[in-house]
């Protein structure tokens, strides 16, 4: 057994162990959401951290004083911005797993 394998095998219980942390947190942080709005204020998005769209709000004046296309490509840029905003916080909530790393990294380096 390469020593590749040799880790993999000892780090194995420590990875299912982070895997249901993770599990669990994720679960409690299911109903938390982050808000994302452009510069002019236009636009409003809120995510799930999960990053599914939960709410988007707009400027009533918005539609009036937008293009069609121009105020479709700020909603997408907002929502975007939140999704990233969303990833950020899920990586700040949940912390580093080691073991999950370094599971992943080895795992990766043998299949490529």
């Known amino acids: 057994m390469s020593d590749e394998f040799r880790r ?11 895997a249901d942390e993770l599990r669990v947190r994720r679960r409690e942080l299911r109903h938390d959401t982050v808000e994302a709005t452009d510069d002019d204020h236009v636009v409003t998005a809120t995510v799930g951290l999960d990053g599914t769209l939960r709410a988007l709000t707009l400027l009533p004046a918005a539609p009036r004083r ?3 296309q121009t105020l479709g490509e700020l909603i997408a840029a907002t929502v975007n911005r939140a999704q990233r905003l969303a990833r950020a916080r899920i990586a700040e909530l949940t912390g580093e797993r080691p073991a999950l790393t370094e599971y992943r990294r080895i795992s990766r380096h043998l299949t490529s």
Request: glycine share 0%; aromatic share 8%; no cysteine.
């Open 8 to 18: 993999l095998t000892e780090l194995y219980p420590r990875v299912l162990r982070e």
């Open 66 to 68: 937008l293009d069609p």
